[in-house]
Structures are given as C-alpha cells and as structure tokens.
C-alpha cells in the first residue's frame, strides 16, 4: 500500500499564503496520479487539484484556479499545494490523495483514488 503523510497547515489571515506537502511512502511515486481534496465543517469532500505522474499535467477546481499550485518532486516523493491568496471558504481539512491510475475523468472523482493521507486543518480568518 502506498501511505501519505501531509504537513504545512494552519491558521492564515484571508489574502495569506500557505504551502501544503505531502510526503508518499511504499509505492513508485512517478507512478502515482497525486490530488488534493479538503472537507469544511458540514460539508462533502471536494477536489481541489491534481496532477499527473511527470507533473506535465494538471487539473483544479474552478473555484482555486489562478490562486493555487500544484506541484511535485519525484526526487523526494513529495506532491506540494501552493495557496495564494486565500479566503475564509477556503477553510477545510486537506487531504492528500494517490493512484495508480484514472479514467478520462477520474481526476476529480474521489472514487477513483486507492490512498489518503490523515488531513491537515487549514484555517483562514478575515
């Protein structure tokens, strides 16, 4: 199995910036589609990003695009989620999330990935 270690959350005022990794162990990371998905309070699991295994690829939620990065280092199996210009919504658990393989649209769909790490609580106040 492939185990997943997140790290870099926090409290952050609205317009802040953050940088989440996550840390994979007990796979072959470049072959590993790697996302981002977080849960506010209430609420279901929401993708946030995704990236493909030699990082040429990637996807994000309409509603993060132009504010976050995702990005990875396959040298250190690490996937990063940079966060700018964050704002009070943008409040939730992250998790960190890996396959070995997606359909067309399966980069978005929590059903299509086979791993997750713990989560990590990230709060932005206004």
């Known amino acids: 199995q492939v185990n997943l270690v997140e790290s870099g959350g926090g409290l952050v005022q609205a317009g802040g910036s953050l940088r989440l990794s996550c840390a994979a162990s007990?796979?072959?990371?470049?072959?590993?589609?790697m996302g981002w998905f977080r849960q506010a309070p209430g609420k279901e699991r929401e993708f946030v990003a995704a990236?493909?295994?030699?990082?040429?690829?990637?996807w994000y939620a309409d509603s993060v695009k132009g504010r976050f990065t995702i990005s990875r280092d396959n040298a250190k199996n690490t996937v990063y989620l940079q966060m700018n210009s964050l704002k009070p919504e943008d409040t939730a658990v992250y998790y960190c999330?890996?396959?070995?393989?997606?359909?067309?649209?399966?980069?978005?769909?929590?059903?299509?990935?086979?791993?997750w790490g713990q989560g990590t609580q990230v709060t932005v106040s206004s």
């Open positions: 990236i493909g295994w030699s990082g040429g690829s990637t």
């Open positions: 999330a890996a396959t070995r393989s997606v359909s067309t649209t399966g980069w978005a769909l929590l059903a299509e990935y086979d791993y």
């Open positions: 007990g796979g072959t990371f470049s072959r590993l589609v």
